[in-house]
């Protein structure tokens, strides 16, 4: 990967000779980033949000977990994994967030069952340096952690947890950007060589660009409605720290997380539960937060059941990974299909209409990363990562695929 050589410096101009000016839909953390790097090049960037405050669906919960999901072998899910987690650390340490909105305490993946027991095994055989991670056994999981651990452990030290409202924030403080908030994009159009986002009120914002980082919602709009994202509802909890849990030093894992207390609460989750969209708040699902940080240690099997939750939307697509690019326009293919030796210039492009979507359980850590690889692609420079992973991000993926043009995939997924 060459992530390495990525910028992770406060705000500052530099300007390419492509730098323009972009509209982007949704202020979540995909939308915040992605006005982040754009801005960092001289962009002039437009943040539009429906909401009357920025980070208020997928990216509200008052903390979420940074860290990786890394597997037995170097896929694409993997490497984005990786990439993603280094870049956003470093990102969070360069932009000092406060001490209540970012901390990198560590975090233990535990190997509660056989199948994390045999992926705990196979990573740690990868040899990864060992400032990423390292194998510890239950004895030394528990020192590290403040609480008694039954299991052994994968240990980051430097993963943590994020504040992402404060995150999305500290991001959009660059004097390139300018937030409408209250501003429900309804229609996309091109005029005139540029693109333009309306509303019930007309014609909100205007230029030369659009990018799409409005997760589920991206699909209300006709140049992107055939994605294939789905949403995925999920709950965490918050829960009052007592005697023994205060002790809790850093974030810890199974098939969820729990968080150091801060300000005496912990926070926990999440739930899955697909094919439902609902974001009420269910008593159930606070209990199964409960159940499963029971299980994590006997310091936490006196936590009382008295909990607040907040649900939202995950979005994600069949093989988990972003939609990350320039669109092109379905219908018109479909009318008019090319031969799989295209040039790519000769495809239906919606010239200058980007995404940056699904980011699923992980947004916190890739859509950062996805933001600055997006912005390098907008703003003509070298690929910062892999064809591979390109090819594994590019939005056309599903649609070429279906219509039996999977060579065009890696032609068009760096112009
Ligand atoms: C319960 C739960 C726990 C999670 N825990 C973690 C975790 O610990 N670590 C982690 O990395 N990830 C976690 N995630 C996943 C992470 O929160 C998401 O991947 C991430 O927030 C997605 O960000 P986003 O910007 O793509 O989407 P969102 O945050 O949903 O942002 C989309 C924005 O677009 C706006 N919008 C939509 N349509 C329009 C429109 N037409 N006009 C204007 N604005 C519009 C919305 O209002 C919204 O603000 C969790 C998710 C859930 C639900």
Same mark, same amino acid.
């Given at each position: 990967?060459l992530?390495?050589?990525?910028?992770t410096s406060?705000?500052? #101009?530099?300007?390419?000779?492509?730098? !323009?000016?972009?509209v982007i839909?949704?202020?979540?953390i995909?939308?915040?980033?992605?006005?982040?790097?754009?801005?960092?090049?001289?962009?002039?960037v437009?943040?539009?949000?429906?909401?009357?405050?920025? *980070?208020?669906?997928? &990216?509200?919960?008052?903390?979420?977990?940074?860290?990786?999901? $890394?597997?037995?072998?170097a896929?694409?899910?993997d490497?984005?994994?990786?990439? *993603?987690?280094?870049?956003?650390?470093?990102?969070l340490?360069?932009?000092?967030?406060a001490?209540?909105?970012?901390?990198?305490?560590?975090?233990?993946?535990?190997?509660?069952n056989?199948?994390?027991?045999?992926?705990?095994?196979?990573?740690?055989?990868?040899?990864?340096?060992?400032s990423?991670?390292?194998?510890?056994?239950?004895?030394?999981?528990?020192?590290?952690?403040?609480?008694k651990?039954?299991?052994? =452990?994968?240990y980051?030290?430097?993963?943590?947890?994020i504040?992402?409202?404060?995150?999305?924030?500290?991001l959009?403080?660059?004097p390139?950007?300018?937030?409408?908030?209250?501003? %429900?994009?309804?229609?996309l159009?091109?005029?005139?060589?540029?693109?333009?986002?309306? !509303?019930?009120q007309?014609c909100? +914002?205007? *230029?030369?660009a659009?990018? $799409?980082?409005n997760?589920n919602d991206?699909?209300q709009?006709?140049?992107?409605?055939?994605?294939?994202?789905? =949403?995925?509802?999920?709950?965490?909890?918050?829960?009052t720290?007592?005697?023994? !849990?205060q002790?809790?030093?850093?974030?810890?894992c199974?098939?969820?997380?729990?968080?150091?207390a801060?300000?005496?609460?912990?926070?926990?989750?999440?739930?899955?539960s697909?094919?439902?969209?609902?974001?009420e708040?269910?008593?159930?699902?606070?209990?199964?937060?409960? %159940?499963?940080?029971?299980?994590?240690?006997?310091?936490?099997?006196?936590? !009382?059941s008295i909990?607040q939750?907040?649900?939202?939307?995950? &979005?994600t697509?069949?093989?988990?990974?972003?939609? $990350?690019?320039?669109?092109?326009? +379905?219908?018109?293919?479909?009318?008019?299909?090319?031969?799989?030796? &295209?040039?790519?210039?000769?495809?239906p492009?919606?010239?200058? $209409?980007?995404?940056?979507? +699904?980011h699923? *359980?992980?947004?916190l850590t890739?859509?950062?990363?996805?933001?600055?690889?997006?912005?390098s692609?907008m703003?003509?420079?070298?690929?910062p990562?892999?064809?591979?992973?390109? #090819?594994?991000?590019?939005?056309?993926?599903?649609?070429?695929?279906?219509?039996?043009?999977?060579?065009?995939?890696?032609?068009?997924?760096?112009?």
């Amino acid at each position: 990967m060459l992530y390495g050589h990525f910028s992770t410096s406060k705000p500052h #101009q530099i300007r390419t000779k492509d730098a !323009s000016t972009a509209v982007i839909v949704g202020a979540g953390i995909a939308g915040c980033a992605t006005a982040y790097a754009l801005a960092k090049r001289g962009w002039q960037v437009q943040l539009i949000e429906r909401h009357a405050h920025i *980070a208020q669906e997928a &990216s509200g919960n008052p903390r979420g977990v940074l860290s990786p999901r $890394l597997s037995s072998q170097a896929n694409a899910l993997d490497q984005l994994s990786c990439a *993603a987690y280094l870049y956003t650390i470093r990102l969070l340490q360069a932009l000092s967030l406060a001490a209540d909105a970012f901390q990198a305490c560590g975090l233990l993946q535990l190997a509660f069952n056989a199948r994390e027991q045999q992926r705990i095994q196979e990573v740690y055989a990868r040899q990864f340096s060992t400032s990423l991670l390292n194998l510890v056994s239950c004895d030394e999981a528990s020192h590290i952690a403040g609480v008694k651990l039954s299991h052994p =452990a994968l240990y980051f030290p430097q993963a943590g947890w994020i504040n992402p409202h404060a995150f999305c924030t500290a991001l959009i403080q660059h004097p390139n950007i300018k937030l409408h908030i209250n501003c %429900n994009a309804l229609r996309l159009q091109q005029y005139a060589q540029k693109w333009q986002v309306l !509303s019930t009120q007309g014609c909100i +914002a205007e *230029a030369d660009a659009v990018v $799409l980082a409005n997760a589920n919602d991206a699909l209300q709009f006709i140049q992107s409605a055939h994605l294939p994202v789905t =949403a995925v509802r999920g709950q965490m909890s918050t829960i009052t720290a007592d005697l023994h !849990s205060q002790s809790l030093k850093c974030v810890v894992c199974t098939d969820g997380y729990m968080t150091p207390a801060l300000q005496r609460i912990h926070c926990l989750g999440a739930t899955f539960s697909a094919h439902d969209h609902s974001t009420e708040i269910r008593d159930a699902d606070n209990n199964s937060n409960l %159940n499963m940080v029971k299980k994590m240690s006997e310091d936490f099997s006196a936590l !009382s059941s008295i909990m607040q939750g907040r649900a939202a939307l995950r &979005s994600t697509t069949p093989d988990y990974l972003p939609l $990350l690019g320039e669109l092109i326009d +379905a219908s018109t293919l479909k009318q008019h299909p090319p031969k799989h030796i &295209s040039p790519p210039p000769a495809l239906p492009w919606h010239h200058g $209409l980007f995404i940056n979507v +699904a980011h699923g *359980a992980k947004g916190l850590t890739t859509a950062p990363f996805c933001a600055e690889i997006l912005a390098s692609l907008m703003s003509h420079e070298p690929s910062p990562v892999e064809m591979s992973l390109l #090819q594994a991000l590019n939005p056309n993926r599903y649609l070429l695929s279906e219509m039996g043009l999977k060579r065009l995939i890696s032609a068009t997924s760096f112009r």
